[in-house]
T-cell receptor, first 113, second 114 residues
Framework: KQEVTQIPAALSVPEGENLVLNCSFT??????LQWFRQDPGKGLTSLLL?????REQTSGRLNASLDKSSGRSTLYIAASQPGDSATYLC????????????FGAGTTVTVRA | NAGVTQTPKFQVLKTGQSMTLQCAQD?????MYWYRQDPGMGLRLIYYSASEGTTDKGEVPNGYNVSRLNKREFSLRLESAAPSQTSVYFCASRLAGGLEGTQYFGPGTRLTVL
């Protein structure tokens, strides 16, 4: 069974600092990994999706890396802003048409102005 | 384009009551999902529908039933609510197949069972 872990559960940083969020998974046989953002009281918004053949994906200030062999992904957010405060979740899919995503519990980020 | 919509946004039930959570998507997606989110835990899949006319159990299906009414709509029913079903429920949809793996989520239904 795939277990997905996100440590730490919460993180507080001053504005401008770079954020590093970790995601680890126990079964390296994944098809892709996805990072989501969740604002309080809201649904999830997809940020980045990395296919298993890729090492990283970038979108603006966000960069996600994937190391399948070690079962790890890292989400980097450069020059954090108060608007980046949210919970960030990672999720892995095992096969292309696997209908199940295995989610981590998330890291709640607070960026202090 | 509204994306994924869910109703109601909030609901309080007494133990033993029944209710149906509604979900609809306007993106012409094939697959739809129901998840629950509990504090300190990741989202857990309750049921999913790979395509219109099919439904399958996820990780935590006990106490729930679903209906894929048509391609757009996927409802979740609690026949006899229990306090353990207090949670936030999310519906999601996905254009299955190919490299398009992104799931799109609704805003959630916050359910309290007393």
């Amino acid at each position: 069974k795939q277990e997905v872990t996100q440590i730490p559960a919460a993180l507080s940083v001053p504005e401008g600092e770079n954020l590093v969020l970790n995601c680890s998974f126990t079964d390296s046989a994944i098809y892709n990994l996805q990072w989501f953002r969740q604002d309080p009281g809201k649904g999830l918004t997809s940020l980045l999706l990395i296919q298993s053949s890729q090492r990283e994906q970038t979108s603006g200030r966000l960069n996600a890396s994937l190391d399948k062999s070690s079962g790890r992904s890292t989400l980097y957010i450069a020059a954090s802003q108060p608007g980046d405060s949210a919970t960030y979740l990672c999720a892995v899919r095992r096969r292309p048409n696997d209908y199940k995503l295995s989610f981590g519990a998330g890291t709640t980020v607070t960026v202090r102005a | 384009n509204a994306g994924v919509t869910q109703t109601p946004k909030f609901q309080v039930l007494k133990t033993g009551q029944s209710m149906t959570l509604q979900c609809a998507q306007d993106m012409n997606h094939n697959s739809m999902y129901w998840y629950r989110q509990d504090p300190g835990m990741g989202l857990r899949l309750i049921y999913y529908s790979a395509s219109e006319g099919t439904t399958d159990k996820g990780e935590v299906p006990n106490g729930y039933n679903v209906s894929r009414l048509n391609k757009r709509e996927f409802s979740l029913r609690l026949e006899s609510a229990a306090p353990s079903q207090t949670s936030v429920y999310f519906c999601a949809s996905r254009l299955a197949g190919g490299l398009e793996g992104t799931q799109y989520f609704g805003p959630g239904t916050r359910l309290t069972v007393l």
